[in-house]
Nanobody, 126 residues
Framework: VQLQASGGGLVQAGGSLRLSCAASGRTFSTYRMGWFRQAPGKEREFVAHFSWSGGSTYYADSVKGRFTISGDNAKNTVYLQMNSLKPEDTAVYYC????????????????????WGQGTQVTVSS
């Protein structure tokens, strides 16, 4: 089972990036996919999650209205479209997959995710 995150880079404040998370090795159709990020010197924090079943989404307050999480079933890939980026969005971004056993709110926590990608660096300059 592998989650491959990509799409990070350097962008100016106000710019946009789209991260991708390609899943392979098993079917994730019943899973919830999440994005987390970790800035230097800080703990990893929840960004957004997405359910393949029904397409429901949930966002951290800090990114609501600027980031959009979505999925492409045919490609088994989840995306994080990031607009209006701010310097405080600078972090390593990780994608993760968690089984369908938990209530929605618990997918804001790391512990319910079974599989993790390797991370992709996003740097936003001011």
């Amino acid at each position: 089972v592998q989650l491959q995150a990509s799409g990070g880079g350097l962008v100016q404040a106000g710019g946009s990036l789209r991260l991708s998370c390609a899943a392979s090795g098993r079917t994730f159709s019943t899973y919830r996919m999440g994005w987390f990020r970790q800035a230097p010197g800080k703990e990893r924090e929840f960004v957004a999650h997405f359910s393949w079943s029904g397409g429901s989404t949930y966002y951290a307050d800090s990114v609501k209205g600027r980031f959009t999480i979505s999925g492409d079933n045919a490609k088994n890939t989840v995306y994080l479209q990031m607009n209006s980026l701010k310097p405080e969005d600078t972090a390593v971004y990780y994608c993760a997959a968690g089984g369908p056993r938990y209530s929605t709110i618990l997918y804001t926590t790391e512990r319910v995710y079974e599989y993790w990608g390797q991370g992709t660096q996003v740097t936003v300059s001011s």
